[in-house]
């Protein structure tokens, strides 16, 4: 194939970011062949049997060895053991990806391990939906949302811009970007947010005078979005939060000020206040859909269902 | 008609929701003719432009005079006033209700002045989209989406039966409730998520360190869903939080209490609480798919763009 970036690219991990980058890449035809390992034999199954991966290695080791592309695809706090135990097996020249939510504790974890003469670019593609595993991923995933590339100063600049091109055909925008960078935009682009759709879905599940029936059923008028962000995989999560600590308790501490100005804002009866800040964040909004990274259409697009 | 259900419906202001009635009532063919007004001379305009309503009057009275259904569709802090400038023009037999989002407030404004021999029955639809104006309305909007009425102990029975069968016909679902409870889950389901929603948007957009364009550029993260929320009518959510002030102050004690508890899990590393909690809020999800009340598409069924 003319495009082809990689001979062979191994991806560890197998859920919503592994099985899309899978259908991309065959979809891109920029690797001659692609492995994939899961710790789990269900999901090694699961993959075999829906044509996931070119080859299911039972293996770390043999998932990793002759690859020219290795891609990191499990949760944060398994990064480092991941990576201690791939090591040795690793060819000189390779490179050691990975799509974690988080860079500065990848980095940590990961990189000591690295051997001489393999490159580690650490990567996040910014996309993905509420649901998880080998079955869940599409070859669209990463169209036209961007990927940050967070090389370490003194990076092999050929194996960046080969990983760049990579992402690239696989539909993405890309974007360098330094750890810490990225750890604090993320904090507030997505991993805050993320908490606060948990918390506001664990206060309506706790309430005693509102059933859950009633929560369910009188959803559309707001909760149901809150849903679907606090639907995604608890063990990613729990990861994040553990592993980008700080910059997620300074935008919560943000949040919280804010939050109880407003507050104070309805005890008091400050229609004026409440009135101003309202109208400040419509504007973000149509900020974010002339940049293309959501649809104008009402509700996102959601087709009514005719009803009966 | 065989299917009508009033002679004349006069929609009292001409935003999101009497604009998707007007279009909903014409699908369904259960009224004879529509009336609308609006306060603004440039929402008449519109209104009159675009085909909505089979007549747009200049005056209150004129809208009300003769109708046997008037729905006042304006924000909730302006129902009283409304209400007591229609008074001396209904039609005795003629029903009044309206769609405000906060019914304790809404029955205790409007209720004082609706003349002896007109019925009451107040109402609000959950449905909604973060649009407003009267063309951002659609006929599909209450298609399998509840319609709560509230009428007060005592109410004609014969109005409130054909009040919902007005609703069912608009594609809804039809429940009664009292005020109290309504305001409490209306408090958990969509008032505090909108206002927590407008809250994480103001942080974004006040963060110096990090700037708007990136906040926008990197939204698909999970961000761009409280936008979406946030963008919502400001003047009709100040209204919302002031009239329903004890129930949304509740249910905020209630979340800043779990936040936390969260944050606190997260400051100590406690991880188990964290997975535990992320892993009870899916199956919230689950129900609400069950109930029809959202997609099982992923990211609600965005369609991804096409690079380029």
Chains 1, 2 share one sequence.
Not at 4 to 33: P, T
Not at 165 to 177: D, I, P, R, S, T
Not at 188 to 199: D, E
């Amino acid at each position: 194939m003319d495009d082809q970036l990689y001979d062979r690219v191994a991806l560890i991990g197998l859920g919503l970011i592994a099985s899309s980058m899978f259908w991309a890449i065959k979809r891109a035809g920029v690797a001659d062949e692609v492995v994939g390992y899961a710790r789990s034999q269900e999901t090694r199954d699961t993959a075999r049997e829906i044509g996931l991966c070119d080859e299911v290695c039972d293996t770390l080791a043999e998932a990793v060895e002759g690859a020219d592309l290795v891609v990191l695809c499990v949760p944060v706090g398994a990064m480092g053991a991941v990576a201690e135990e791939i090591a040795p097996h690793l060819d000189p020249g390779a490179t050691v990806t990975d799509v974690g939510s988080v860079k500065k504790a990848v980095i940590e974890a990961v990189g000591p391990h690295i051997p001489d003469g393999v490159h580690f670019v650490p990567a996040h593609p910014l996309a993905g939906t509420e649901q998880s595993g080998p079955r869940s991923g599409f070859a669209e995933l990463f169209d036209n949302r961007w990927t940050l590339l967070v090389p370490a100063e003194g990076s092999d600049s050929v194996a960046v811009e080969r990983l760049r091109n990579f992402w690239e055909a696989l539909g993405a925008h890309v974007e360098e970007m330094d750890a810490d960078h990225h750890d604090l935009v993320l904090a507030v682009t997505s991993h805050t947010p993320h908490l606060i759709a948990y918390t506001m879905v664990g206060v309506a599940d706790d309430l005693r005078r509102v059933t859950d029936s009633e929560v369910i059923k009188y959803s559309a008028a707001g909760f149901r979005d809150f849903t679907r962000i606090a639907a995604s995989d608890p063990t990613m999560w729990r990861d994040v939060f553990l592993t980008n600590k700080d910059a997620t308790l300074e935008i919560l501490g943000r949040f919280t000020e804010e939050l109880f100005a407003l507050q104070r804002a309805i005890r008091k009866g400050d229609g004026d206040h409440l009135h101003a800040y309202f109208t400040r964040t419509r504007a973000i909004r149509r900020g974010i859909i002339e940049a293309g990274q959501d649809t104008d259409a009402p509700n996102f697009g959601r087709t009514p269902k005719p009803k009966g």
